[in-house]
């Protein structure tokens, strides 16, 4: 029963604090922009109050366009609840896990264009046309950085790989799990639709990504890709902050403390990054990208060469 | 095996005896009848086969033949093909009666239909099972005259004779290679019986070995469609009927892969292989894949999508064979085993869908008498019953979870945690090949299946057809819901599926025995698992999104609305053509990659003072049949061209000619 409840915490503290990550981000962009930001705790309310309301949904749309929330939701729940936390395994891990994961992730974007497409708004279709553009290299990007990651370890998920890690130290492969640390924060900022990729504060939907693809969701089906979106940014965090405290080789109890520090604290520098650099023009975006795939790339070269 | 002959015998006579009927619906009703009786006992024959009832047998059959004779078996491989070539041609028969009934009463093209369409099937099952090189080869040209017959149907049209020709040229030019091949072998073994050719196999010299690598690489590679020799699928599947284009894109090109198992089981299984060939057939395969993809992004016929994407999944089967091989080459067990797995079960899923979609794509034709996709939208809400299917197709094809294209991907990644590869280095590039191929193709297929759904079943309709598009008659639905069904089934148990393969892999020819790996078995064991419970939590968010709604009371209210209009920024007034079209999803890709598209662009938007009505195309040449082929054979002509001045209708002076000829031939034998 232990067992079990352990294995659920990483689910469950993602699911607490998700939300949080999203405030913080928020609160150091404001701080940057000279203003007070609303408070840390407002993803919270905003999700409570969108459950409380109505949808609106166009007559254009079919079940796909209500069915695209939950799926997305739920692709998000199992990633986070599949990754581990520091020394916490996840829910499930094999091998291979996270082409699974990955693959997942695809199903949600896969439901997401079509949700979007299904709406007949020409914003939407292209807002879903450039996200499944930008996915070419995303996709090639995120299973070489997992691969470096773990096959570095000699392991075959990303369990072994992080635990590996954390008592033998990833510092003894040196550069290469840096190498996919770089890799994961592009696509932490790509595929979470952030600055210099995606603006989601943006009043022009011209220039969106994701934001444009969910303009007609509202009530409990925006609150369901609201959460998701948040759980997928903790994914990435707390993904980062796993390699981090294992270059570190920080293990007991002082490792639970330093995921946390290190997931807000990325959560931090997003922010920072999001308030120091513009929002790419569209052409400069696959060259951004594409420098996550050379970092991946790069890494898988080096761990075969080491 | 009398079970197997007996369907034989239906299916060809149940073809000629439509030519004694009068009215095209009866003719397509004995038609569809007779296919489907005689698979009913090929699909028995191919169960117990797989069993392995029949392993290790060959049976003669009376008809003489006057070089070999008319063996063949039931061995588990052959089987194994057997049973998808007998389920496609029966769901596609089923399919075809109200399809074909669009085309309007023309009872002699139905009867010729039909006839040929029996005699297709019965080959490609005899091409699976024959057992003697000539008789191979005979089942063989069956196979590829009919199929070129079936895609004339439409032959008033020019398109369709052109795309009839490119076709004909292309699997003859294979045919040709296959012929050497089997005489090499049968100069070598002394005989055209493939058991005969197998135990001569140790012998083979490396060079003989090279040789009959290539000649069926390419021999085969012409009809299964690898890169550069897939030219003639985006000609020929969009000309055929929707039904046709099925059964030779689900099945017919599997045939060809059966072709290369087949080989490597002459050259005397595993100790025939060697590493490079195993390379080649990754490095094809991969290639083969991310064009067939690349090139299906950008197509707004959805058959001609549909066809470039059957290149892309004929190279991840390659890709699978390739794995087996470079297993087998380096004594690898595992990998061969992961190799050849995926393989296989990627050309059963494939088959599936793909012949899924080719029927969903006819069901659209039917229903908006077009193929282009910027003029349909909205047919979801119309036919939701194939629109259903055909989502499921897509998600499957795409390789995503839960469906059965993810399950076959997963055994070819899976293959980067076996060890054995040498250096290290070999390792990363391998790795890299895989990962990055694979995802490349992954992603692009999402690109590419988003788009045909969302422009086609989704959204507004573009056109008036679209507009009062109809839901096609149940005979043509429910095979394409079977076939969405098989897929979700081996998507959800993989595992029981890949344990009735196992006997195929454990074949006489192949003797890839032993267990799948024990983490592989455990991955997929987990990942059906999270499979239901993916399901289980969209039950659970769908049921409180309605508790939540209903507990607010919002319902009834303004706040909740079912039926408004399309936020669209402001603008209250959107019209369907404002939507994103096939074109337009596809543009920025195309501009990206501007090398690998070459755009053909037709008319233009000029900077007019008034702003007039203006037509504009874009349409993608293809890289081998337009930018390659044409130019080589335009530039051959021209050269024989300037030969035309020694030909000028003079008759003296061809007199002439033979006057120096004979001169020339006489001072030849002088000097000798």
Not at chain 2, 511 to 521: D, R, T
Request: aromatic share 12%.
């Amino acid at each position: 029963m232990n067992d079990i409840l352990a294995k659920l915490l990483p689910l469950v503290v993602a699911l607490v604090f998700a939300p949080l990550a999203m405030g913080i981000i928020q609160k150091v962009k404001a701080f940057f922009a000279g203003r007070k930001g609303f408070p840390v705790f407002q993803m919270y309310r905003d999700l409570y109050k969108l459950m409380h309301k109505g949808i609106v949904y166009s007559r254009s749309t079919t079940w796909v366009f209500r069915l695209a929330p939950l799926l997305v939701l739920a692709v998000s729940l199992i990633a986070v609840a599949w990754l581990p936390l520091g020394g916490l395994r996840g829910l499930f891990s094999f091998q291979g896990g996270f082409i699974f994961v990955a693959y997942l992730f695809g199903l949600a974007r896969f439901a997401t264009l079509l949700a979007s497409l299904d709406t007949a708004s020409a914003f939407e279709g292209m807002g879903a046309n450039r996200e499944a553009l930008f996915a070419i290299l995303a996709e090639p990007a995120t299973l070489l950085a997992f691969a470096a990651l773990i096959l570095t370890s000699g392991n075959s998920s990303l369990w072994g790989a992080i635990s590996w890690g954390q008592e033998s130290s990833f510092a003894e492969f040196g550069v290469v799990p840096l190498l996919a640390l770089v890799s994961f924060f592009i696509l932490a900022l790509s595929e979470n639709s952030r600055i210099p990729v995606d603006d989601p504060t943006t009043h022009l939907e011209l220039t969106m990504i994701h934001e444009v693809m969910i303009l007609d969701n509202s009530g409990p089906d925006l609150a369901y890709i609201e959460y998701a979106s948040a759980l997928k940014v903790w994914f990435y965090l707390v993904l980062m902050a796993n390699i981090i405290t294992a270059i570190f080789s920080i293990s007991g109890w002082a490792q639970i403390l330093a995921m946390f520090g290190f997931a807000f604290l990325l959560a931090g520098i997003i922010g920072v990054v999001e308030s120091s650099i513009a929002r790419l023009r569209m052409k400069k975006v696959p060259d951004f990208i594409g420098s996550a795939v050379a970092f991946a790339l790069l890494a898988l070269v080096l761990e075969g060469i080491l | 095996m009398m079970l197997f002959g007996i369907g034989i015998g239906v299916l060809v006579g149940g073809g000629l005896l439509t030519l004694v009927l009068k009215k095209s619906a009866g003719i397509n009703k004995l038609g569809m009848a007779s296919v489907v009786a005689g698979n009913v006992f090929v699909i028995v024959a191919a169960l117990l086969g797989l069993s392995g009832r029949y392993a290790g047998e060959v049976y003669q059959f009376f008809l003489p033949l006057p070089v070999g004779a008319v063996l063949f078996s039931l061995s588990p491989l052959s089987s194994f093909f057997l049973l998808i070539i007998a389920v496609v041609t029966g769901l596609a028969a089923v399919y075809a009666p109200k399809y074909l009934a669009h085309y309007g009463e023309m009872p002699w093209r139905f009867k010729a239909h039909w006839l040929l369409y029996n005699l297709l099937a019965a080959s490609m099952m005899l091409v699976v099972t024959a057992q003697n090189a000539v008789f191979f080869m005979l089942a063989w040209e069956g196979m590829s005259l009919s199929s070129f017959f079936l895609v004339l149907f439409q032959n008033e049209r020019t398109k369709v004779r052109r795309a009839g020709w490119i076709y004909l040229v292309f699997t003859h030019v294979g045919a040709a290679c296959l012929l050497v091949m089997f005489a090499l072998l049968a100069q070598v073994s002394g005989s055209f019986d493939f058991d005969a050719m197998r135990a001569a196999a140790a012998g083979f010299s490396p060079g003989l070995k090279a040789a009959i690598f290539v000649l069926a690489l390419v021999g085969f590679g012409m009809k299964a469609g690898f890169f550069p020799m897939y030219v003639w699928l985006p000609e020929a599947h969009p000309a055929a009927p929707s039904h046709v284009s099925a059964v030779m894109s689900g099945v017919m090109i599997k045939t060809a892969i059966y072709g290369i198992v087949l080989t490597l089981g002459l050259l005397g299984g595993g100790q025939g292989t060697e590493l490079w060939m195993g390379w080649t057939l990754v490095v094809l395969g991969l290639v083969s894949g991310i064009f067939g993809i690349a090139f299906a992004a950008v197509q707004q016929n959805a058959k001609r999508l549909l066809a470039y994407s059957s290149v892309e999944n004929i190279g991840i089967i390659a890709t699978g064979l390739g794995v087996w091989f470079i297993g087998m080459a380096s004594s690898n067990e595992v990998l061969a085993r992961l190799g050849l797995m995926a393989a296989l079960l990627h050309t059963v899923n494939h088959a599936l869908f793909k012949s899924l979609l080719f029927m969903g794509a006819g069901a659209l034709q039917l229903a908006t008498e077009t193929l282009d996709l910027d003029r349909m939208g909205g047919l979801l809400k119309k036919m939701p019953r194939s629109g259903l299917a055909i989502i499921a197709g897509a998600v499957a094809i795409s390789g995503l979870p839960p469906f059965n294209g993810f399950v076959g991907e997963f055994l070819l990644y899976s293959s980067v945690f076996a060890q054995g590869f040498g250096s290290s280095l070999v390792r990363a590039v391998y790795v890299i090949a895989i990962l990055g191929g694979l995802s490349i193709i992954g992603a692009l297929a999402v690109f590419t299946f988003t788009k045909l759904v969302g422009t086609s079943l989704l959204g507004e309709p573009r056109t008036d057809h679209a507009a009062h598009a109809h839901e096609v008659p149940a005979s043509m639905y429910v095979p394409m819901l079977v076939l969405a069904g098989l897929c979700l089934f081996i998507g959800l148990f993989p595992l029981p599926v890949m344990s009735a393969l196992k006997l195929v892999l454990a074949d006489s020819g192949l003797a890839v025995v032993g267990q799948l790996p024990s983490g592989i078995v455990s991955s997929l064991a987990a990942m059906q698992w999270v499979a239901f419970a993916l399901i289980g939590l969209i039950g659970v968010f769908a049921l409180v999104r309605s508790r939540v709604l209903s507990l607010h009371k919002v319902e009834n209210t303004s706040r909740h609305k079912v039926g408004s209009t399309t936020w669209d920024c402001g603008y209250h007034n959107p019209t369907p053509r404002m939507q994103y079209t096939a074109s337009s999803f596809a543009q920025p890709l195309a501009s990206f990659a501007q090398p690998l598209y070459s755009p053909h662009r037709d008319g233009s938007i000029g900077p007019d003072l008034f702003p007039a009505p203006v037509a504009r195309k874009i349409s993608f040449p293809d890289l081998i049949l337009d930018r390659a082929i044409k130019p080589m054979y335009s530039w051959i002509s021209r050269a024989f061209e300037t030969f035309s001045i020694i030909q000028h209708g003079n008759t003296h002076w061809y007199v002439l000619y033979i006057v120096i000829a004979l001169l020339a031939v006489l001072f030849w034998s002088f000097v000798i």
